[in-house]
């Protein structure tokens, strides 16, 4: 069974610039997450999808970030403009079902804002 | 929201050894996972484990919802164990399919 597929892995920008990252989830996972993992930190997350509908996004900064999954399967999240407080590695997780299920991870994307 | 604490913040050892990684959590949770963080940053599923114990080879795990804590056993370490070891729990409420980290172990396994 393949993973969670994220592009790139590796991105360096400009600040003001923008950026978007690509999240493919585990085939047959209704929920999808975005995650923000700063350097020596836990990750948190910032988004949350049931199929293609949103169910929390209350910690996502909505200045300058958005995320969508319009078919219910592929996502992704895209910040505009980039800030260097950024800078941090954006992991994306499926699961199954809402709640109570195991959550898998794809490799993340690295991204650095200088 | 809850919160969740790991200890050691940093564990140092010697191929062969044994340890022990704790995890508190301040609130009743539906869902605990273990995770190992290689260097290339991937998150790698340990255990699935609200309660109980569970093994799988040299890790297992054990979690006491009631008292509310977690703990990971690694046996006979290697080299390769060395990274982050994250502990995640999903509470009720608000708090529904999110994991909350807590912010992390890191082990050094040395030759």
């Known amino acids: 069974e393949a993973g969670v597929a994220q592009s790139p892995r590796y991105k360096i920008i400009e600040k003001r610039q923008s950026v978007a990252f690509w999240c493919n989830p585990i085939?047959?996972?209704?929920?999808l997450y975005w995650y923000q993992q700063i350097l020596g930190q836990g990750p948190k997350l910032l988004i949350q999808?049931?199929?293609?509908?949103?169910?929390?996004d209350s910690q996502l900064p909505k200045d300058r970030f958005s995320a969508e999954r319009l078919k219910g399967v592929d996502s992704t999240l895209k910040i505009q403009p980039a800030k260097l407080e950024d800078s941090a590695v954006y992991l994306c997780?499926?699961?199954?079902?809402?709640?109570?299920?195991?959550?898998?991870f794809g490799q993340g994307t690295r991204l650095t804002v200088v | 929201g809850i919160q969740v604490e790991q200890s050691p913040p940093d564990l140092i050892l010697q191929e062969g050894a044994n340890s022990t990684l704790r995890c508190n959590f301040s609130d009743s949770v539906n869902n605990l996972q273990w995770f190992h963080q290689n260097p290339w940053g991937q998150l790698i599923n340990l255990f699935y484990?609200?309660?109980g114990t569970k093994q799988n080879g040299r890790l297992s795990a054990t979690t006491v919802a009631t008292e509310r804590y977690s703990l990971l056993y690694i046996s006979s370490s290697q080299t390769t164990d060395s990274g982050v070891y994250f502990c995640a729990v999903e509470s009720g409420g608000t708090s529904y399919g999110k994991l909350t980290f807590g912010q992390g172990t890191i082990l050094t396994v040395h030759p």
């Open positions: 997780a499926s699961s199954q079902a809402f709640m109570n299920t195991e959550a898998f």
């Open positions: 484990i609200p309660s």
């Open positions: 999808f049931q199929n293609n509908g949103v169910v929390d």
């Open positions: 085939s047959g996972h209704a929920t």
